[in-house]
């Protein structure tokens, strides 16, 4: 039985890193290769990313309804078709076909995803495995995506929709290696009254709203916004030293690296110290990156913002699962982080316009440190539960020696 949900993981996390490193190309390619139409760029970004953010709130419904396999298998063709006619777009609106398809399939795949690792593992190794499982993404997103954008930089972006497509079918693949019924209410579920309730069903928004541990998220979003000056405005301080691609990718590879290690140290310490640990991380990182200046101090700036953010990721995600079903936990972690990407994209363009780099990443250092400090001590000060449930294959129903996540009152 073990080993069987070992195997279930293992094809969720390599179809989904296929899916990351497909989609963050998208994100970087089109602004790179219609550099002399900005505005046309924006556009495709700015739609792709409304319908990740669009589609995210109700994939917990579909994977009730349909199953975590054949959700997955149909996010994973719409975003290989969407790659597919980015690559071919001969126009404009071919291009946003192209935005719009790649978006709907990465936002319903990247809850999806989340949300299978809740359902698939047992709630006292949950922590540990949503670390795994954004390490190894995440360094697909770190990995895949220059690899990407150098691909239809040296040959064409029509070789590259056919190579992204040719990865969504191979993801398709690795989804069948998921079982059928998981994510699906069982039927004696329906007929038989129990106490403890099911991860997998939803109350609807107003459930996850009222769910939601909001300080947590919080700690989330300033974060992000952190990790978007890190990915934009300071590869930006660090191109008068030639430095902006080793910027880039001391960053992302931080954030994937930060990703495995908060589930280690979460599992080893506690949740407490996981947090006072990343937010100490990615605000030296944050504040660093603008007061030191030369090459060398720019690069261990972004690594130290990648790997607190990193961190927070994972400690964030298991703190919402812990405190919400694992559906509602996937849609609005990945809404806090879609959100603090978009946010930041703009404040962080603003910022470089007006000269206001420097204070913004040090009032955002300031503010994780804050949040983080309050996250600590509220996750510190919850008493330890322990629940039963009828099977660990659904993600819930064992004794959890984590400690409650934060709670808003």
């Known amino acids: 039985m073990a080993s069987n949900a070992r195997r279930s993981v293992v094809s969720l996390t390599a179809a989904v890193s296929l899916g990351v490193a497909v989609f963050f190309t998208l994100y970087s390619l089109i602004p790179i290769t219609r550099a002399d139409e900005p505005g046309l760029s924006s556009v495709f970004v700015g739609t792709m990313m409304a319908f990740v953010m669009g589609v995210q709130v109700f994939t917990p419904a579909l994977v009730r309804r349909f199953s975590l396999r054949f959700v997955l298998m149909g996010a994973f063709a719409l975003l290989a078709v969407g790659a597919l006619v980015t690559g071919w777009a001969a126009n404009t609106s071919m291009l946003l076909v192209g935005a719009v398809a790649s978006g709907s399939g990465f936002g319903t795949l990247i809850v ?192 130290l913002i990648g790997l607190g953010v990193g961190i927070i990721q994972t400690v964030t995600l298991h703190a919402a699962m812990l405190r919400m079903d694992p559906g509602h936990a996937s849609v609005v972690w990945n809404l806090g982080v879609d959100g603090g990407l978009w946010i930041g994209g703009i404040i962080w363009g603003l910022a470089l316009g007006t000269d206001l780099a420097v204070p913004g990443a040090l009032l955002f250092s300031a503010l994780v440190l804050v949040t983080g400090t309050a996250v600590a001590i509220q996750v510190g000060s919850g008493r330890r539960t322990c629940s039963a449930g009828p099977d660990r294959g659904t993600g819930h129903g064992e004794a959890s020696s984590d400690p409650p996540p934060a709670t808003d009152s």
């Open 112 to 303: 999806a995803g989340a949300l299978g690792v809740a359902l698939l593992v047992a709630p006292d190794r949950l922590g540990r495995s949503l670390g795994t499982y954004g390490l190894i993404t995440m360094a697909a997103s770190a990995l895949g995506s220059p690899a990407g954008v150098q691909l239809a930089l040296t040959f064409s972006l029509p070789v590259f929709g056919v190579c992204a497509f040719v990865a969504g079918v191979l993801a398709i693949g690795l989804s069948l290696g998921l079982p059928g019924a998981v994510g699906r209410p069982q039927p004696e579920a329906a007929s038989e009254p129990s106490s403890t309730p099911d991860p997998s069903r939803s109350r609807g928004l107003r459930g996850a709203v009222a769910d939601a541990p909001w300080l947590v998220l919080a700690l989330l979003l300033v974060s992000v916004v952190l990790l978007s000056h890190g990915l934009s405005s300071l590869p930006v301080l660090a191109s008068a030293f030639g430095s902006t691609a080793v910027v880039v990718f001391a960053v992302q590879g931080g954030n994937a690296l930060g990703r495995g290690l908060g589930g280690e140290l979460e599992a080893r310490t506690s949740a407490r110290a996981t947090t006072i640990s990343g937010a100490l991380l990615l605000a030296v990182g944050g504040a660093s990156g603008v007061v030191i200046d030369g090459p060398m101090a720019i690069i261990v700036a972004g690594a």
